[in-house]
């Protein structure tokens, strides 16, 4: 397998350890196509990609091959959300139902920002049996999550929203801001390869996935659980891949590359983007400020949400830094930030695996990375 891209020697171990998820990957997950991208207080250190675009094995992964990254981007998503705390358009503080009163409805008039973005307000998928048609008739899901009564006493307890968080932080934003979240990222941050809501031009560039072989281990399954996962209206379905691919999900389908979103993400170290400040110190300690921490609703892990990230406390998935944050996707992908060390990093791949957090083979990669720093 031949491996593109930069890798200084100080970290070629780095270097070995992506080879290997090729060979000998961990749970003999071994690996189609991939790319990791590392920076550094902001400045690229290392990016390697190897592998095929295609299942078929025709088709070379490039520097220009997009992935989707489903869950992933809900690290984007979440600092769309800061930007627009960094401009006082919205305060992490105030209830959502004062920007967006039809969302009062049904116990939630005093849920606020933080606790949205935190996975707090109990609304992890639909109380009622919807079709899958349903996500993409986006002011159809809206009305639904406004109406729903939540599943737990908002502000309890953390319960993952896998797909529900996309519409709800997407209107919060699209009101107080005007614009879309796709959109506004592509204004906000030009020149960057990430798609919410990829044109269908920009198809041909995507590569093909190999499907978990094994269901996700969820738990004990409750009602809540169902909702969010298992239910049949639980995800997107009934429509072909290029509409879904063209529609803005923020939190499940954004498609880009491994070195953009190590390049956005490293706006959590500093606040900066490529020299450029994008939130301040008050904006981004509020951002990164872990909101609660326990047993999950709806994950089978006890663990702290900061206004959209995954905190590593407890978790040791981004690193060996308690106040690493970042995301997991569906597969495997993650992209994550520490700002004790000053690096951003992303992993991508087309072979998924069942793992909800912390796949072995970026486990592999990121434990490199530490060791060789």
Known sequence: MEIQGVCPPKLAPVKAAFAANFTDAPEGLNELAARFSVRIDGEPVLDLWAGH???????PFTEHTLVPVFSTGKAVMSLLIAT???????????????????????????LT?????????????????????????????????????????PGTASGYHPITIGYLAGELF?????????????????????????PEAEHGRVAQLRKPSAAPDL???DPIKKAAFLDRGSAPGGRGSTEW??????????????????????????????????????????????????????????MGWTAGWTMNRGLDIFGPNDGALGHCGWGGSCAFADPTTGVSAAYVMTRQSPHLIGDPRAQRLIDALYAAL
């Not at 675009?53 to 088709?59: H, N, V």
Request: hydrophobic letters at 45%; proline letters at 6%; glycine letters at 10%.
């Open 53 to 59: 675009a295609d299942t078929a094995k025709t088709q």
């Open 84 to 110: 627009a705390v960094e401009r006082s358009l919205l305060d992490y503080d105030t209830p959502v139902a004062a920007y967006w009163p039809a969302f009062g409805q049904a116990g939630k008039d005093r």
């Open 113 to 153: 920002v933080g606790q949205l973005m935190s996975h707090q307000s109990g609304l992890p998928g639909f109380s009622d049996g919807v079709e899958p048609t349903i996500w993409f008739d986006r002011q159809a899901v809206l009305d639904a999550l406004a109406a729903q009564a939540p599943m737990w006493p």
């Open 174 to 198: 699209r009101i107080v801001d005007g614009r879309t979240m796709g959109t506004a990222l592509r204004q906000d941050f030009p020149g960057l390869d990430l798609w919410i809501g990829l």
């Open 219 to 221: 738990g004990v399954i």
């Open 245 to 302: 691919r063209m529609m803005e999900i923020p939190s499940a389908n954004l498609h880009g590359t491994a070195l953009d979103l190590a390049r956005i993400l490293a706006v959590l170290t500093d606040g900066t983007f490529e020299g450029r400040r994008v939130l301040s110190e008050a904006a981004l300690d509020a951002a990164r400020r872990e909101r609660i921490h326990g047993q999950d609703r709806v994950l089978p892990f006890v």
